[in-house]
């Protein structure tokens, strides 16, 4: 979630920004922000819940997150400031705009991240026209003459000459719906430096 990975974050960097387009997801950070906790109900079976409470650990300075509703294709530097590191989790194949979404955070009018800061994307590359228009898609479609167009791919075309790739990782991810069922994905996680 946005609150979580902004609470580690604020272990390595004296700002962080938070930003998701679910206001009912920056209203959980922003009540864990502010109490150091929540509660919350996790579903066990059918109409069965437990009552917790999720919370961070004590050692991390909450003061030093922020965060904000928005359109992650709508984010400039000019509303949040430009930044020595953005990370952009879970919402690329998500988006209307991926390009957009990825082009904004090296803006030369207004950057997210400053030149040598770092970019890291994690997608599970769950394209769907649903959520966004096939042509907008940055990979997971054949091209006109036959070939994979996989994601990574499109991230490194879109970005050439501006960001050096550093590394890509496969990250699991399990995702708890109930006592007994789990979603479990690999995250293609990229990690870029901009240099321009």
């Known amino acids: 979630s946005v609150g979580g990975a902004a609470f580690e974050l604020g272990n390595m960097f004296r700002e962080v920004v938070g930003v998701d387009s679910q206001e009912e997801l920056i209203m959980a950070a ?62 690329l194949d998500r988006v209307h705009a991926p390009a957009l979404c990825l082009n904004r955070i090296i803006d030369p009018d207004s950057p997210l991240v400053a030149v040598g800061g770092l970019v890291v994307v994690a997608t599970r590359t769950q394209w769907s026209e649903q959520r966004t228009s096939r042509s907008n898609w940055l990979g997971g479609k054949v091209g006109p003459d036959g070939t994979a167009q996989y994601t990574l791919d499109g991230i490194k075309a879109l ?38």
């Open 159 to 196: 970005y050439e000459g501006r960001m050096e790739l550093l590394a890509t990782l496969d990250m699991p991810l399990l995702i708890r719906t109930d006592a007994r069922n789990f979603q479990y994905s690999v995250v293609e996680t990229s990690v870029w430096k901009r240099v321009a």
């Open 30 to 91: 922003e009540d864990v922000r502010r109490d150091g906790q929540r509660a919350f109900e996790r579903k066990e079976e059918g109409g069965i819940a437990s009552h917790l409470l999720a919370s961070t650990d004590v050692t991390i300075d909450r003061t030093r997150c922020n965060f904000h509703v928005d359109d992650p294709c709508s984010m400039a530097a000019r509303d949040y400031g430009t930044f020595d590191a953005v990370v952009v989790s879970d919402i």
